[in-house]
């Protein structure tokens, strides 16, 4: 569990992607990565990475829009999302993908 300040390393991340070529790339990698970890248990990895997509299509680079839109398919599942037995959680995890999926879709 992360004990420091999440807003401030949130922004930090988003900045990094906006200066260091290479920081995106390694970013989207384990957002992909975390999308797809969808089993019960684990509801908080894709729901963590929507929000951090969400954030770098909001505040980081036009590139992250672009690298969004290749897995578009994989944000739009879980939209459907139903792995977890906490109707919260569900409920988190399709409301975090609908407005992600939106911010892709509204050009």
Do not use: F, Q
Request: charged share 25%; hydrophobic share 45%; glycine share 4%.
């Amino acid at each position: 569990s992360y004990e420091g300040n999440v807003t401030a390393a949130l922004a930090e991340l988003v900045n990094d992607c906006r200066e260091v070529d290479s920081a995106l790339c390694h970013v989207m990698a384990v957002i992909w990565s975390r999308l797809g970890e969808t089993r019960s248990n684990l509801w908080k990895r894709p729901l963590l990475a929507l929000h951090l997509l969400k954030n770098l299509l909001l505040h980081g680079p036009i590139t992250a829009v672009m690298e969004a839109n290749d897995g578009i398919d994989k944000i739009r599942s879980l939209r459907k999302y139903m792995n977890s037995k906490n109707a919260d959680s569900i409920r988190e995890v399709c409301t975090a993908a609908n407005h992600v999926y939106g911010l892709l879709i509204d050009r």
